[in-house]
Nanobody, 124 residues
Framework: QVQLVESGGGLVQAGGSLRLSCAASGRTFGSYYMGWFRQAPGKERDFVAAINWSDDNTYYADSVKGRFTISKDNAKNTVWLQMNSLKPEDTAVYYC?????????????????WGQGTQVTVSS
């Protein structure tokens, strides 16, 4: 059974940083993508970033480019999202997801596995 467990969320002031972790267990993901999505209250779940499990190809939403960095450690089966220069509009529940092919990595419907989510709150 595949499990994705996120950690690292919290409350931070605008301009601050947080690093989210996603530990995967139950399988490896070959050439599939792992991603981060976020959902603010009353809004849809939006793509944030994705990384290919077998190489270092990364993709980012325009809203986080230059501020967020996705990375991975295959040996640890872990993906991180380093978030710098945080803004109040980054406030959301952040979800780790896995199992997407490249053609669907921007859509939450492209992912087969999801974590439980971790709250990130950025105060102004």
């Amino acid at each position: 059974q595949v499990q994705l467990v996120e950690s690292g969320g919290g409350l931070v002031q605008a301009g601050g940083s947080l690093r989210l972790s996603c530990a995967a267990s139950g399988r490896t993901f070959g050439s599939y993508y792992m991603g981060w999505f976020r959902q603010a209250p009353g809004k849809e779940r939006d793509f944030v970033a994705a990384i290919n499990w077998s190489d270092d190809n990364t993709y980012y939403a325009d809203s986080v480019k230059g501020r967020f960095t996705i990375s991975k450690d295959n040996a640890k089966n872990t993906v991180w999202l380093q978030m710098n220069s945080l803004k109040p509009e980054d406030t959301a529940v952040y979800y780790c997801a896995a199992g997407a092919r490249q053609s669907r990595l921007y859509s939450d419907r492209g992912y087969n596995y999801w974590g439980q989510g971790t709250q990130v709150t950025v105060s102004s």
